[in-house]
C-alpha cells in the first residue's frame, strides 16, 4: 500500500534554486543597487522585478507544481 507523502519541489531543485538562495539574491541585488547608487527610484525599478521574481518562485511556482499532478506519478513509482 502507497502512503501520501508530502509533494515539496524543493527536493528536485539545485542548491543554487532553494528558497534560501532566491531570497538572498533578492536582498543582496536590492541592497547592492541602493549601496552603489544611493537613488531610491533606480532601486525602486530594481526592487520591482526581484521581488517578482521572488514571489514568483519561492510561493505561485511551488503551488503549481503540485496541483498539475508533476511530481506525484515520480513518487509512485518503485
Known amino acids: 500500500m502507497l502512503e501520501n507523502k508530502s509533494i515539496n519541489v524543493w527536493n528536485y531543485k539545485p542548491w ?22 544611493k537613488i531610491i527610484w533606480l532601486t525602486i525599478i530594481v526592487a520591482i522585478p526581484m521581488l517578482t521574481w521572488m514571489i514568483f518562485f519561492i510561493f505561485i511556482y511551488p503551488k503549481l507544481i503540485a496541483g498539475n499532478g508533476a511530481l506525484k506519478s515520480e513518487e509512485l513509482e518503485i
Open 16 to 37: 543554487w534554486c532553494q528558497p534560501w538562495s532566491i531570497l538572498l539574491t533578492t536582498i543582496i541585488i536590492i541592497s547592492a543597487s541602493w549601496l552603489i547608487f
